[in-house]
């Protein structure tokens, strides 16, 4: 039976999830189009924006996955709950360590000075992204497996 909790940690992590698909598949897309003070100036925002709300998002993600596998410590689908914790904390970590960084150089970004070199760092940025979101869905079939069983 899938209780209020299960709910809540549900849409927090697809919201969560869908934000970063989002960028990736939409946002970031439209972003190439822009003339280059146009896109510069719109990815700082965003790198602003998402920089201050997302550790919190996540780390709240975090707190609710481990909640839910400690309510369920005795249940089948704890392994999947631990998978989809271990997967949460590597993305945490792995965000931590490559793409904070460039997203902290992002939001300082001066539109006038978006040369080739902050181009290809926002690449990079994106392709990390998206293996980012990857593991994130990974983490959330894990979690709905686990609640499944």
């Known amino acids: 039976m899938i209780t209020f909790f299960e709910i809540a940690i549900t849409i927090c992590l697809g919201l969560l999830i869908g934000t970063e698909f989002a960028v990736s598949a939409f946002i970031n897309p439209i972003l190439r189009?822009?003339?280059t003070m146009t896109q510069a100036s719109a990815i700082?925002?965003?790198?602003?924006?998402?920089?201050?709300v997302m550790p919190f998002w996540y780390g709240a993600s975090l707190l609710l996955l481990v909640g839910d596998t400690i309510v369920r410590r005795e249940e089948r689908g704890l392994w999947l709950l631990g998978i989809a914790s271990v997967i949460w904390v590597a993305v945490i970590v792995l965000t931590l360590l490559f793409l904070v960084p460039i997203n902290n150089r992002m939001a300082r970004l001066n539109p006038a000075e978006f040369v080739a070199?902050?181009?290809?760092?926002?690449?990079k940025w994106d392709r990390l992204h998206r293996v980012r979101v990857g593991a994130l869905v990974a983490a959330?079939?894990?979690?709905l497996l686990a609640v499944r069983l």
């Not at 965003?46 to 920089?51: S, V, Y």
């Not at 959330?140 to 979690?143: P, R, S, V």
């Open 33 to 35: 189009k822009l003339d």
């Open 44 to 52: 700082r925002l965003f790198a602003q924006k998402l920089g201050f």
């Open 117 to 123: 070199e902050q181009q290809r760092e926002h690449a």
């Open 140 to 143: 959330l079939c894990c979690f």
